[in-house]
């Protein structure tokens, strides 16, 4: 009889802690939060292209100033040496008032000797001389002194150091040994030059 009693007083309080635990378990239920379930947004958001974040506007850099090249340095000009200039040759003014004659004083049967003779006219001493001839019927000069003689027809005699100056109412004379061109010495032959009349 005893033992009947005792189960039973097991089984009670068995059912008792059971009961119990269920309703503990079930307060324990309601208090915790729903499990985070995996919804469809969130697989969609998963399998939905990412879109890249719009990249932010470059700044706008402002133009850079021209950079201007230094102005080239001007080449300085060498500098020039002053020339000497030549030494001129003493220059023949016309005077006009020198008279200017050819004299034939003597010949041979194909040679003739002459003169140049040159007369100052004039009032002013004429310093350095130059006269010119030419024979028209091809008579040739030979040889001549007193003169600096050059040319082959028409001739030019020109003065030496010691008879250039030619003073006012003085007398130059050149000889000269030619070759006759005809049967006779060439006798009307023009003298020509600055100084000549």
């Given at each position: ?5 005792s189960k039973k007083n097991r089984n009670v309080l068995i059912a008792a802690i059971l009961i119990l635990l269920g309703v503990i378990a079930f307060s324990l239920f309601k ?48 500098t020039q040496t002053p020339t000497e200039e030549p030494t001129q040759q003493p220059s023949f003014e016309p005077q006009n008032f020198v008279l200017c004659e050819h004299i ?94």
């Amino acid at each position: 009889m005893q033992n009947t009693d005792s189960k039973k007083n097991r089984n009670v309080l068995i059912a008792a802690i059971l009961i119990l635990l269920g309703v503990i378990a079930f307060s324990l239920f309601k208090e915790s939060p729903p499990e985070p379930q995996a919804t469809e947004t969130h697989i969609a958001d998963a399998r939905a292209p990412q879109q890249k974040a719009p990249l932010a506007p470059e700044p706008s850099q402002a133009p850079k100033p021209a950079i201007k090249a230094p102005p080239a340095a001007e080449k300085s000009k060498p500098t020039q040496t002053p020339t000497e200039e030549p030494t001129q040759q003493p220059s023949f003014e016309p005077q006009n008032f020198v008279l200017c004659e050819h004299i034939v004083s003597g010949e041979s049967q194909y040679e003739f000797t002459g003169q140049i003779r040159l007369i100052n006219k004039g009032a002013t001493t004429v310093s350095g001389w130059s006269v010119t001839w030419e024979y028209e019927d091809d008579s040739s000069i030979l040889s001549a002194t007193d003169v600096a003689l050059s040319g082959s027809n028409p001739y030019t005699g020109e003065y030496l150091s010691w008879n250039a100056d030619l003073e006012p109412g003085k007398t130059v004379t050149f000889s000269f040994v030619g070759l006759k061109g005809g049967d006779t010495a060439p006798l009307r032959v023009d003298v020509t030059g600055d100084i000549c009349i």
